[in-house]
């Protein structure tokens, strides 16, 4: 299908262990960003990409990995989670000077994660 | 650095009553300026936004928003609220400038229709 997708929606993890959120699109856009959603701090920017192999910090990267190898995929990996990494996440992608679609980011529809 | 501040977090209307969600934004340099919607349980989605042009803009479901420079403002409007418009709603700030994809969030303000 085409659009946006995450995975897994949902997560329960232990405190310490590894865990990757995927994402995929479609499009073929060039940038792609990870966010995490918490209640009184709206969407926080955690890492974004320019394009493929090209990744930088946003405002919140302690504690996440990411990498870009191909255009479509942008895996989030928390390396040794924790209960305050517990938080809805999204992904999304955009794509510079696309007419009436510049600037917009495209969403995909959240892993909720709960780190015990 | 940009920042956008929504100081209502919750907002109970009526139904058919007229709303006002308010955005302020913070930014030395010129900005591109959104409001994204966020309904139950689903990722975010545009609803409108300024980059250039006429300060007025309008969403295809009634909402509009004026983007005010004197006041570094960008308040969100519907004369007419429906149930169906109850949702999480988002402004958020950009660097204007061609290839800055990066935005800006807000923390959000919770629309409550009452029928």
């Known amino acids: 299908d085409a659009g946006i997708t995450q995975s897994p929606r949902y997560k329960i993890t232990e405190t310490g262990r590894q865990v990757t959120l995927m994402c995929h699109q479609t499009?073929?856009?060039?940038?792609m960003f990870w966010y995490r959603q918490d209640l009184g701090h709206g969407l926080r920017l955690i890492y974004y990409s320019a394009a493929a192999d090209i990744t930088d910090k946003g405002e919140v990267p302690d504690g996440y990995v990411v990498s870009r190898s191909k255009t479509e995929n942008f895996p989030l990996t928390l390396e040794s989670a924790t209960r305050s990494q517990t938080s809805v996440y999204f992904c999304a992608s955009s794509e510079a000077g696309r007419g009436d679609s510049s600037y917009e980011q495209y969403f995909g529809p959240g892993t909720r994660l709960t780190v015990t | 650095a940009q920042s956008v501040t929504q100081l209502d977090s919750q907002v109970p209307v009526f139904e058919e009553a007229p709303v006002e969600l308010r955005c302020n934004y913070s930014s030395s340099v010129s900005v591109y300026l959104f409001w994204y919607v966020q309904y139950p349980n689903q990722g975010l989605q545009l609803l409108l936004k300024y980059l250039s042009g006429s300060t007025l803009v309008k969403s295809i479901n009634g909402f509009e928003a004026e983007f005010n420079k004197s006041q570094t403002s960008f308040h969100l409007r519907k004369p007419s609220v429906h149930i169906s418009d109850t949702a999480e709603y988002f402004c958020a700030v950009s660097v204007a400038q061609f290839g800055n994809e990066k935005l800006t969030f807000g923390t959000g303000t919770r629309l409550t229709i009452i029928p």
């Open positions: 499009w073929s856009h060039s940038y």
